[in-house]
């Protein structure tokens, strides 16, 4: 079992940043691939970004070039560094963990920007 808990969501200024984070717990950390979601009103959830164990990365192009994925094994956390946030990345973000081909989801934060 792997728990995933999501914070740092809120209410920002079309332009403005905010940065992501999810703790995962109750497993070995660096063993796990990372990825955060998003899923906007009336729409599928879709992919953002996620960081392998090994840290390789891959980003929507939708959001390439102003959102990082990034990870920090000592502390069981991975981070969604979002700029330049635009209206239409209004959304729930979820992190999700995948360990051993099962995926384990948090409860998702808020994202809203404002134009």
């Known amino acids: 079992q792997v728990q995933v808990v999501e914070s740092g969501g809120g209410l920002v200024q079309a332009g403005g940043s905010l940065r992501l984070s999810c703790a995962a717990s109750?497993?070995?950390?660096?063993?796990?691939?990372m990825a955060w979601f998003r899923q906007a009103p009336g729409k599928q959830r879709e992919l953002v970004a996620q960081?392998?164990?090994?840290?390789?990365?891959n980003v929507a192009d939708s959001v390439k070039g102003r959102f990082t994925i990034s990870r920090d094994n000592a502390k069981n956390t991975v981070y969604l560094q979002m700029t330049s946030l635009k209206p239409e990345d209004t959304a729930v973000y979820y992190c999700?963990?995948?360990?051993?081909?099962?995926?384990?989801w948090g409860q998702g934060t808020q994202v809203t920007v404002s134009s």
């Open positions: 999700k963990a995948i360990r051993l081909g099962w995926p384990y």
């Open positions: 109750g497993s070995i950390f660096s063993d796990i691939t």
């Open positions: 960081i392998t164990s090994g840290g390789s990365t």
